[in-house]
């Protein structure tokens, strides 16, 4: 069995997963702002499952890493800096555990179900724009630590941050309501054109085979797929291809079910002793 830790900035995803990528048990609870607290809840959340023993873990975190020794350096949306998240959640679950962005855990649990695809661009756009891209079903390393939505893309006549004016935060400032509030047509086609703007630029250097749109934002595909496509082909060349793009199937739990395909990617053939 494997466990998966989704860190978000308001709620946290707990799960429990099998060797065959099934989600058996699962729960949340609201993230503490304070580091100490989050820590004592997970424990608390984790003793309360049927399953004891874990052959691994994998841990999401909403910010910048330091992978080769397991710390948190900087989050986005939580004070937490320099924490030793991986050792800490090791102590947990009593199990090999592995810590990485969460965006780059959506995209690699997303693209796992696209085989034929070796390129695949992700982005999830929710409060903000986070972009993940994974070759052959492997993070691609050189991108390891990109942060796609803070791209600087020109708005309005001057430049600003992409996610700044194209992510769910951004809808919900310019409309006054969610994205899924939203039924206007010309709406969903000033967000296609606004998300098209930075979504180029990845393309032009990405190449991908695939996009897959996920987030918040991204379970409103149907009202903006099309639109998007269209903006996307004003800009296309003969040497950048706009490729197909699609919805991730499954937006709510993609960054778990990433926490469990890297955590078995990369302990997979550790057992628990007996």
């Known amino acids: 069995m494997y466990a998966g830790v989704d860190i978000g900035a308001t709620k946290t995803l707990v799960a429990v997963i099998d060797d065959g990528g099934t989600i058996t048990e699962k729960a949340?609870?609201?993230?503490?702002?304070?580091?100490?607290?989050?820590?004592?809840?997970l424990k608390k959340t984790v003793s309360t499952f049927s399953t004891k023993e874990f052959q691994a873990a994998g841990v999401a975190v909403?910010?910048?890493?330091?992978?080769?020794?397991?710390?948190?350096?900087?989050?986005?949306?939580?004070?937490?800096?320099?924490?030793?998240?991986?050792?800490?959640?090791?102590?947990?679950?009593?199990?090999?555990?592995?810590?990485?962005?969460d965006s780059k855990l959506a995209a690699l649990s997303e693209a796992m179900l696209h085989k034929n695809a070796d390129t695949v661009l992700y982005m999830?756009?929710?409060?903000?724009i986070g972009t993940g891209v994974v070759y052959k079903q492997r993070l691609d390393p050189a991108l390891i630590n990109g942060e796609g939505g803070h791209i600087m893309v020109?708005?309005?006549?001057?430049?600003k941050k992409w996610e700044s004016f194209a992510s769910g935060k951004a809808i919900f400032e310019h409309f006054g309501v969610k994205a899924e509030a939203l039924t206007n047509e010309a709406d969903w086609k000033l967000i296609a054109?606004?998300?098209?703007?930075?979504?180029?630029?990845?393309i032009a250097i990405v190449q991908p085979d695939l996009i897959i749109i996920g987030g918040s934002v991204g379970t409103h595909f149907a009202h903006y797929g099309k639109f998007l496509e269209q903006e996307l082909k004003k800009y296309e060349v003969p040497i950048v291809p706009i490729p197909r793009i699609v919805q991730a199937q499954r937006p709510e739990e993609a960054v778990v079910y990433g926490c469990y395909d890297l955590a078995k990617q990369t302990y997979g053939s550790v057992t628990q002793p007996a």
């Not at 020109?154 to 430049?159: C, R, V």
Request: net charge negative; glycine share 10%; hydrophobic share 35%.
């Open 62 to 101: 909403p910010g910048l890493l330091n992978r080769e020794h397991g710390i948190v350096l900087n989050l986005g949306n939580l004070p937490w800096k320099n924490e030793h998240i991986q050792a800490d959640c090791e102590k947990i679950f009593e199990c090999p555990v592995i810590i990485e962005n």
């Open 193 to 202: 054109h606004n998300l098209a703007l930075g979504l180029f630029e990845h």
């Open 28 to 41: 949340k609870f609201p993230t503490p702002k304070i580091y100490g607290d989050f820590l004592s809840e």
């Open 154 to 159: 020109p708005h309005h006549g001057e430049l």
């Open 124 to 128: 999830t756009v929710s409060t903000g």
